[in-house]
């Protein structure tokens, strides 16, 4: 049975630590966000109140001085972490502070500034050499639950059968959670912009969407905005996914 992967976050400061951890979980991650190297430790070594393995260490280097590396060897010699890969995310540094980070024990180095989805295709590329047994993407919104790469989705446990077009629809509007689309924005995500399919075919897959969602009278997850478009969830909090990492869109 698939299961989620589980990424220790390291970001001393709090915004950029939880945009960070909101987008992440977005992508169907376990998040452990941690402030303090100590505390990385703590986690790693089972702390009571953060029981579960760690299958990728995420470290941003931001601070001066050889905080990081510290972490790297400090992780490298604990028998329940030696092989955990560890990813590290730095502004540009001189090529023997990278080597250093190597040889200190980081599998990775991705240089700020940097898109989110480059982010997500080194670590995806690392948890797929190293936790195979690791199930697909999973983004879980409102009781709505899809598993991006299995083609699954759930509501509020129960299988739901899409078809291909409602599939489509609506990871685009989960994957754009708490945010309005036009009509016309979900046509093209879905169709293609040189698509000949109208509008109005929007509304009407809209609605068996709903009607297939929205089972034994649960609530409706999907929001109707007059005159614009539509919604999945709630408004969602500050750090969103388009949030920008050192000036670059994510």
């Not at 953060?50 to 299958?55: N, Y």
């Not at 940097?114 to 009781?143: D, F, K, N």
């Not at 000949?196 to 969407?209: C, G, W, Y």
């Not at 009278?217 to 905005?225: G, H, S």
Request: charged share 30%.
């Amino acid at each position: 049975m698939s299961r989620k992967a589980t990424i220790l976050l390291y970001e001393s400061n709090t915004t950029i630590r939880r945009m960070m951890q909101f987008n992440l979980e977005m992508e169907g991650f376990a998040v452990a966000g941690v402030a303090a190297a100590d505390d990385v430790a703590l986690r790693l070594n089972g702390a009571p109140h953060e029981a579960g393995a760690v299958d990728l260490i995420l470290l941003n280097w931001t601070d001066p001085g050889e905080s990081c590396l510290d972490i790297c060897k400090s992780v490298r010699r604990m028998p329940a972490a030696v092989s955990t890969p560890i990813v590290v995310i730095s502004p540009p540094r001189e090529e023997r502070d990278r080597l250093n980070a190597y040889e200190a024990g980081a599998d990775d180095f991705v240089l700020a500034p940097y898109s989110l989805p480059e982010l997500l295709a080194r670590i995806r590329a690392i948890l797929r050499r190293t936790s195979p047994e690791i199930g697909g993407r999973v983004i879980r919104i409102s009781g709505v639950e899809m598993d991006i790469d299995n083609g699954l989705v759930k509501r509020d446990g129960s299988d739901i059968r899409l078809s291909l077009i409602e599939f489509k629809i609506l990871r685009y509007l989960m994957e754009n959670a708490g945010k309005v689309r036009t009509r016309e924005q979900i046509r093209n995500a879905v169709w293609g912009r040189e698509s000949p399919v109208e509008i109005r075919a929007v509304d009407v897959r809209i609605t068996r969407l709903r009607r297939r969602l929205n089972i034994d009278t649960r609530p409706d997850v999907i929001r109707t905005v007059r005159s614009v478009g539509y919604a999945l969830g709630e408004q969602q909090p500050r750090f969103r996914a388009e949030a920008k990492y050192d000036g670059v869109e994510a």
